[in-house]
């Protein structure tokens, strides 16, 4: 009989710790905006793949730069979205703190990209780049989805094997843009069924759900 109580007590336990985690996760980020940003992203790779070969290495990084303000714009786009009209945040800008903890790591990506292009060290910039943005998904982890850690641990795999691998030359925009579409989706997606009141896959392409009697 205790040690049913016991059990019963410790379940009870468990139930809270997990409402309060649930009440506490943010739910700024927005899977939509991810999954865009990597088609952004992928459709810049293929634009400049066609012109690699006439493009030269700053134009590249230029271009990418670009895809970068676009990206941040429809991500923190939605971001402040949600911050001004979210009734549970009321405008409270303690809520946006998770948000703001990856700057540090967006701070110093930029500082290296501008060391390594003044160097011309441009083959180093692709590592460089997936392995903050790696780092950057383990910012705030406590309030985000656990499976987020995922993309951040492939992100920094890959990044990784840049440095080493010939494919990752500047000229493989390609290849770079086709990464980033794939683990900005995968990101989009964790976001998107991490929510209690999901529309499924469907929902998250923009295919009206029928609702069924």
């Not at 009440?23 to 905006?33: I, V």
């Not at 714009?73 to 990856?102: H, M, Q, S």
């Not at 499924?200 to 295919?207: A, P």
Request: hydrophobic share 55%.
């Amino acid at each position: 009989m205790i040690a049913n109580h016991i059990h019963d007590a410790l379940r009870q336990v468990r139930e809270l710790q997990e409402r309060i985690l649930l009440k506490q996760r943010f739910k700024g980020y927005s899977g939509r905006a991810r999954a865009l940003g990597g088609c952004v992203a992928l459709g810049a790779g293929l634009l400049m793949h066609g012109r690699a070969e006439r493009l030269s290495e700053l134009s590249i990084l230029w271009g990418w730069l670009l895809v970068v303000i676009f990206s941040a714009a429809i991500n923190y786009g939605a971001l402040f979205y949600w911050f001004l009209t979210d009734t549970e945040v009321k405008r409270d800008l303690r809520r946006l703190k998770p948000a703001l903890e990856v700057v540090p790591v967006f701070f110093v990506a930029g500082v290296l990209t501008a060391v390594i292009a003044e160097a011309g060290h441009f083959h180093l910039l692709y590592g460089i780049w997936l392995c903050c943005y790696g780092l950057a998904q383990f910012c705030a982890r406590e309030v985000l989805p656990r499976a987020i850690r995922w993309v951040g641990a492939v992100y920094l795999l890959v990044g990784a094997l840049a440095f080493v691998l010939p494919e990752f030359t500047v000229q493989g925009t390609l290849v770079f843009g086709a990464i980033l579409f794939l683990g900005e989706w995968a990101a989009g997606l964790v976001f998107h069924f991490d929510e209690p009141a999901h529309s499924g896959l469907r929902g998250f392409l923009g295919i009206p759900v029928r609702k069924t009697d």
